[in-house]
């Protein structure tokens, strides 16, 4: 008897062990859905909000591009866009900390958001400046500095000609102090050849060897 209430206990324990893991599994999976479902609804809204132009071109700096937008659960967000990635191209940021990633969203949704991004802001993500190597987004770089960056190219430009035009100018002094032979007997006709430079008698007497 006591056997049989020790096995019934027994059971008992597999089964309310065996039930416990399986309702942990469900209530995970259900959690995991839910996971999916509200970050692809997060993401159908910030597609619509840049269709209908309710998005914002914030920066752009080398291959990362940031996009702000209003969502109905998080308020203002920033969408952080990677050109030079595959995966993982979307993250979205609220106050400089990372609220979600795209690894859950839908591929063919992940693809129109991105394709609308670049058809929306494309102006702007190739508005841009390199300087040494870094990529910025002109109007920052102008605003940061304090000059057009119009103007900088112009002013680099006339300093490169300045540059050049002094090459020139060496050349033309150095060929100027070049002798001929021609000159120095002009010179003799005019001004007697003991007016002549000590470089120029010398010019003279390695002539007539």
């Known amino acids: 008897m006591i056997f049989n209430y020790l096995l019934i206990l027994f059971v008992g324990v597999i089964l309310g062990g065996l039930l416990k893991n399986w309702l942990n ?13 509200d970050r ?27 996009i702000g937008v209003k969502l109905e659960d998080h308020g203002r967000v920033t969408i952080v866009y990677f050109l030079d990635k595959k995966e993982n191209q979307l993250n979205i940021f609220k106050d400089d900390k990372l609220i979600m990633t795209c690894d859950l969203v839908d591929e063919e949704l ?6 609308s991004i670049n058809r929306v ?20 770089f102008e605003k940061s500095f304090g000059i057009s960056f119009k ?6 430009n006339m300093m490169r000609a300045m540059n050049e035009e002094s090459d020139v100018q060496k050349i033309i002094n150095k060929n100027s102090n070049n002798l001929d032979i021609d000159d120095i007997l002009d010179k003799i006709n005019k001004v007697g050849i003991e007016n002549l430079t000590d470089e120029e008698k010398k010019f003279l007497n390695n002539y007539n060897k």
């Open 121 to 140: 802001h494309y102006h702007r993500i190739i508005d841009i400046v390199d300087i040494l190597g870094l990529v910025f987004y002109r109007e920052d």
């Open 40 to 66: 692809n609804k997060q993401f159908k809204e910030i597609l619509e909000k840049i269709n209908t132009k309710k998005s914002r071109f914030k920066t752009r700096v080398n291959n990362t591009v940031y």
């Open 25 to 37: 599994k469900l209530s995970e999976k259900i959690a995991h859905n839910k996971l999916i479902l």
């Open 151 to 156: 103007e900088l190219k112009e002013k680099s």
């Open 110 to 115: 992940l693809g129109e958001i991105i394709s």
